[in-house]
């Protein structure tokens, strides 16, 4: 298989066809072997037009949902970003790649190994994984992006809170069948918008908070 051409094939076809154009973000997914972050057995699928599942229930997210989410960020080199949910490590990848200063947060720590190491075998610096749980943070405008990959069932404060004024935050919202990705911007200290970019179903994140069963 030329991978090469796969992954550019995968840019054309894929990423283009859901309205990707911003050649940043085309050339950083075009600079990550998306191969070397999906598990052995997914390998050969790694440029399908799909989700790769990785343990514990996560997922690899399809290329053209991670660019999507990408563009809507704008993510600019110098800045900091925070990635909820390491998974295999492509999402803090492809930020690095944007010249993004990456922090990813994993709750599973074998996940976590494994994100590390595929960072390294793909030579992509600029990363520190962290093992712990996204719904633990604490932190407030510390960072210019946060990007979740797992889906919540009710919205979590804490991220919109951790960006600094002017900061964005890509999360995805809701409960199977319909599940909404937001962009989230921090337009002033107390001042908060938001914006649907497309539908989609993904895992949600491990202890996320579900709503509350309905009782006669």
């Known amino acids: 298989m030329n991978l090469e051409a796969t992954r550019q094939q995968m840019i ?13 973000v085309l050339d950083a997914l075009a600079g990550v072997p998306r191969e070397l972050f999906a598990p052995a057995a997914y390998a050969a699928v790694a440029y399908a ?43 803090p990848a492809c930020l690095a790649r944007l010249g993004a200063q990456v922090k990813a947060l994993e709750i599973h720590s ?27 943070l604490q932190e407030q ?12 069932p009710i919205d979590e404060e804490r991220f919109r809170l951790a960006l600094k004024p002017g900061g964005r935050l890509f999360v995805i919202i809701g409960e199977a069948p319909t599940m909404e990705a937001l962009l989230v911007r921090r337009d002033a200290e107390q001042r908060f918008s938001s914006e649907i970019l497309f539908e989609t179903v993904v895992p949600s994140l491990a202890h996320a908070r579900r709503p509350s069963a309905f009782q006669f």
């Open 110 to 136: 074998d996940l976590a190994v494994a994100a590390r190491e595929n960072l390294a075998k793909a030579g992509i610096g600029g990363v520190e994984v962290e093992t712990a749980d996204g719904l633990s």
């Open 49 to 91: 037009d799909t989700d790769i599942p990785l343990a514990h229930g996560e997922v690899m997210l399809a290329a053209k949902w991670v660019g999507r989410a990408l563009q809507a960020l704008a993510v600019r080199p110098g800045e900091s970003a925070l990635v909820v949910g390491a998974g295999s490590g492509y999402v």
């Open 141 to 152: 405008a510390r960072y210019d992006v946060v990007f979740v990959t797992g889906s919540l």
């Open 12 to 24: 054309a076809q894929q990423v283009r066809a859901w309205d990707v154009f911003d050649q940043a």
